[in-house]
């Protein structure tokens, strides 16, 4: 019975694994600097947005941003749906080309509300 | 391509939500970026949108009715229109119809954007009709949290008020918890259905099929799922221990949405509560002692802390526990006649609670809310109607013929006695009696008490409020004098739950 859920059981392990082999290769073939010899620059996160870990991480965050995350996840969900259906477009047929109409319907319902009532405005 | 597809079943569901979705749009085009200055109001259009998608979806719930030769489930039984739920649906839109008509007057006094609240209250009307009509719990999950969140939003309309956002993060996470324990219970029940039941279903009849085909040996885990099931709803009825949320909810929230959130929420959570539980399957499950705790506690609970309150949007919560505990009293008796007295319960509670808040948003005026008992004093002489109206109101939630409030309770409680819950019905007349006294309060001190202070403010007249007023006595009169001719429906509309 839990046969069929081996693939998951792969596909973690395989997730865990690619993470172990590029953190220890890294860490086996990256430059070490010398701490003493290389300015303080070099070990701050490049690219990657503010320092993580740092002592006092409970700074104000714009309120803008929650918004822009919520709307983020409307969108994120659409694509995390419109995937399955892609692969299963030909099988659904009409009836799954309704069912998603109607689903970005409701989806750009809300976008036109958000935009209307100035949530995308950045000020 | 599925095939058991009979969308003519929820046109009603459909009507709601298509005019939620205009309400929104609607507020977005006309009233986009906030209220400006001079520009048109368009509240008039959001507020006869919903009212008239309410309307056009109830007076569709007879059609649905009579097409009696059609399939009455579809999508493979995950939607049940039975006559049953179209009750409930019929009492859930009454309740928003009537509160969309009070907070009219309300928000517009605030100058609040009223499409949102309008958009919320069809969304969370969509949620409860849903769940009503679950015959599957994962359409009842999905119900109850499309009920759920738009009723949070509504607690905490008023952003800038620290109450009305007390009143919405405090029903948020209690309500959130609450739906993780019921969620818990379907799960530990999906779990036994599909271990023991042999098809792994989420279904509820089979499940229910099943429970009670191993009534000699149900394992631990499949109770203790049916226990966090049944806190979960009682949760949602506001049962004490599980009612603490209620009084501070009440209070903060803005009052038009309280008196929907009192009625439909406990209308919808009653219906699942018998969709679930009903007949014999409590004391299958061995609930049936814990239920009548419950019940009891709730009454004694409920009416016990309304004689203490000088709010009254605090006394109407605590009596909202009370008359949740009355509807347990029917759920536990369990009998075809106390279900349908349950049915009826839901109907009277909900005009006779509306018309009590009706009163009030009536009697509120700016920067004047009539929220304690001192607020309303010496009104009652200047507008003798409303006064009226709240007596009207405040009997029938008492329980005197003939007004309709009594025959749910008579209804209900000849069923108990029939039943053999003998000592728990003494118990309910007992705080009953008790719930005179605090009902009796705000008729004191309409009537019978001199006006405080020296403004003597002229209430504008409102239209709305009035019609909602009228409305709600018009059916607490004749929905107890005409009782007798629909109590018979009622009873079959249950014996269709039964089969």
Redesign the interface.
Known sequence: MSAQYLPVLFAFMGAIGFMAVMLGLNHLLGPKPKAALTPAVKFEPFECGVPALQRDNRRRISVKYYLVAILFVMFDLEAVLLYPWAVLYRE????GLVELVVFLI?LV?GL??A????ALEWQ | MPTDLHFSLMIPELVVLGSAVLVLLLDAVLHGGGPRPGEEDPRDTTLALSVVGCVVAAAWIPAVLWNIEGPRSSFNGLFVADRFSLFFKLVVLVGAALSLLLSDSWLRRRRLSSGAAHALVLFATSGMMYMVSAGDMVTLFLGLEVMSIPVYCLAALLRWEDRSVEAGVKYLVLGAFATAIMLFGFALLYGYQGLVGGVATTQLEPLQTTLMANAEALPLYARAGGLLVLIGLLFKISAAPFHMWTPDVYEGAPLPFVAFMSVAVKATAAAVLLRVFGGPLLAVLGLDGMLWVVAAFTMVVGNFMALVQDNVKRMLAYSSIAHGGYILVGVLAGSAEAQAGVLYYALAYTVGNVAAFAVLVYLSRQGHEAERFSDLQGLGARHPLVGGVMVLAMLSLTGIPPLVGFFGKFVIFKAAVAQGYVGLTILALLTSAVSFAYYLRPVIALFMRPTVGCEVAVIPVNRRVALCMGLTSLAICALGVFSESYLGWLSSAVLALAG
């Open positions: 659904l047929g009409l009836f409701s319902v036109i509300y935009w209307r009532k100035g």
